[in-house]
């Protein structure tokens, strides 16, 4: 039975910051890459970011750059997703998706949510 299981969304003040964590279990966690999407009311689901399954190689949405940072720690199973700077177009639930390497099969979070108000 594979899990991953999102925690850390809440609400946050424009310009604030937010730690997101995705625990797995299950799986192998260090065959896999893993991801955060988001996904805004109305709006279709996108990439936030990706990191490598060895944490070497990480990938970001333009729009995330500079402020959003994606890490893992293979020893526990564990990826974050650190947000900074954050803005009311952030608000979105977000999603923590794991591929694995070689054989590119997929699984999702069920979703924490974040929102970004005064």
């Known amino acids: 039975q594979v899990q991953l299981v999102e925690s850390g969304g809440g609400l946050v003040q424009p310009g604030g910051s937010l730690r997101l964590s995705c625990a797995a279990s299950?799986?192998?966690?260090?065959?896999?890459?893993m991801s955060w999407y988001r996904q805004a009311p109305g709006k279709e689901r996108e990439l936030v970011a990706t990191i490598s399954s060895a944490g070497s190689s990480t990938n970001y949405a333009d729009s995330m750059k500079g402020r959003f940072a994606i890490s893992r720690d293979n020893a526990k199973n564990t990826v974050y997703l650190q947000m900074n700077s954050l803005k009311p177009e952030d608000t979105a639930v977000y999603y923590c998706?794991?591929?694995?390497?070689?054989?590119?099969?997929?699984?999702w979070g069920k979703g924490t949510l974040v929102t970004v108000s005064s």
């Open positions: 299950g799986l192998t966690f260090s065959n896999y890459a």
């Open positions: 998706k794991a591929e694995h390497k070689v054989i590119r099969i997929a699984y």
